[in-house]
């Protein structure tokens, strides 16, 4: 994609979210009923002839859920009086916009395998996957010079992504972590493999030390899954520094210091769109199947936390939602009357004595049914706002002299946060 592209995916992607804000932006669990339904009532009806059972099945798809709504939302559209329906409807296919793929297909060799075996040992399965197909995307083809690039690698942890990189790529590789604790055990496997890594045990939030400089023009920032403002604090830092590379993989986007997002591109800040917190936890949500007790527990606890909201709303005067802390598996053996008593002790409210707990119990199953159904919905667009989200990172760079590209570094099935964003420095 050229830069124009980009910007102008992100656009389609903004309009998308912006003109279909209520069905996205919400607390499902705020809602005694869907909070859409006049304006999109064929989605409404569709949404409740659903079968219980099969909506996790749908949700875990996001290809499954786009073909199961997408007909009755177009209908809608196209029943409004919105100008701009053809418009809106032919930007829904950004709903399932996918990425392009830029996976390995070498093989490594018999001699390779036997040395990473050994390498890999103390690293669960899928993080190993996860670090082998992000390392070898950091490619040092890209670079003018004979000399690889040194590697900064943001928010290392014990520094396996750049201990493999120092390995394959025989270059100087900086971890900065801030446990001490990870940055010994970091040092000693280093040591061990007498490979050119050194760790600074340093918070990556703190002012930069003039007398120990992190950030170098001639240097390749990295950083696997860092969390929220942990990334984005790397991106203001390296395009200040006009670090050569910068490649990353963002995560948690919902972990920030704000109570809402700040854009970080031009576009982004001209956005209509403002995503507090919660909105930011969309693009992570997705149904895991689970087996028939695992989910039986799941609605059960969801049920018994929506017939207590009723209770202590009632109880309180006050119409929102309470929240309550997270409770062990052995008190869903109890029954739901001990779980009010519980809830309603550790938040210090005192109950009457004439309480029905069983039509509470019945009003908490049918409110399970209904924020089902909403996040169902809201989960339409989970795709589109983390790669809004994508957009805004990779806009922000373009606008500070990199060519960047958008790709996935490994299959969906390894992580679902798999996007991949390369950035080089070509202007000043």
């Not at 559209?77 to 709903?95: F, G, M, T, W």
């Not at 396996?160 to 025989?170: E, F």
């Not at 956005?271 to 936890?281: A, C, T, Y």
Request: aromatic content about 8%.
């Amino acid at each position: 994609m050229s830069a124009l592209d980009y910007q102008q995916s992100f656009q389609s992607l903004d309009s998308l979210l912006e003109a279909l804000k209520p069905l996205w932006q919400l607390v499902a669990f705020e809602c005694d009923h869907l909070p859409w339904q006049q304006a999109f009532p064929c989605l409404a009806q569709t949404v409740w002839q659903l079968d219980d059972a099969e909506i996790d099945a749908i949700d875990a798809d996001q290809h499954k859920l786009v073909h199961a709504l997408l007909p009755s939302l177009i209908s809608d559209i196209k029943q409004s009086d919105n100008p701009k329906a053809d418009e809106l409807i032919e930007r829904l296919s950004l709903l399932v916009i996918t990425l392009p793929t830029s996976l390995s297909t070498a093989e490594p060799t018999a001699q390779q395998q036997a040395d990473l075996a050994h390498f890999s040992a103390h690293i669960k399965g899928r993080k190993w996957q996860q670090i082998t197909a992000f390392a070898e995307q950091i490619n040092p083809q890209y670079q003018t010079t004979l000399t690889p690039l040194p590697i900064l690698e943001w928010c290392a942890g014990k520094g396996h992504l750049g201990r493999l990189v120092a390995k394959q790529q025989q270059v100087q590789v900086t971890s900065l972590e801030w446990q001490a604790s990870l940055c010994e055990q970091g040092q000693a496997f280093a040591t061990q493999w007498q490979l050119p890594q050194r760790f600074i045990c340093a918070d990556a939030f703190a002012p930069l030390n003039p007398n120990e400089s992190i950030f170098y023009p001639q240097q390749h920032a990295i950083a696997l899954h860092a969390c929220g403002d942990l990334h984005v604090r790397l991106l203001n830092l390296a395009t200040k520094t006009n670090t050569q590379a910068i490649s990353i993989s963002p995560c948690c986007y919902h972990l920030i210091q704000d109570s809402h997002y700040q854009p970080l591109s031009i576009q982004a800040k001209a956005s209509q769109i403002k995503l507090s917190r919660h909105d930011l936890q969309l693009p992570l949500q997705q149904s895991v199947i689970a087996s028939p007790k695992q989910q039986a527990l799941r609605l059960q606890e969801v049920s018994w936390r929506l017939g207590f909201d009723c209770l202590q709303r009632q109880i309180r005067g006050i119409d929102a939602y309470l929240p309550v802390p997270t409770i062990k598996q052995s008190q869903l053996s109890g029954s739901f009357t001990d779980f009010c008593l519980w809830a309603a002790h550790y938040k210090q409210l005192a109950l009457p004595n004439d309480i029905d707990f069983d039509a509470l119990l019945q009003r908490g199953i049918a409110r399970q049914r209904l924020t089902k159904r909403i996040d169902l919905v809201a989960h339409l667009f989970r795709r589109a706002l983390e790669m809004w989200l994508l957009l805004d990172r990779v806009c922000f760079l373009q606008q500070h002299g990199y060519d960047v590209s958008l790709s996935e570094f490994c299959a969906n099935s390894v992580t679902p946060r798999n996007a991949f964003i390369q950035a080089i420095k070509t202007t000043a």
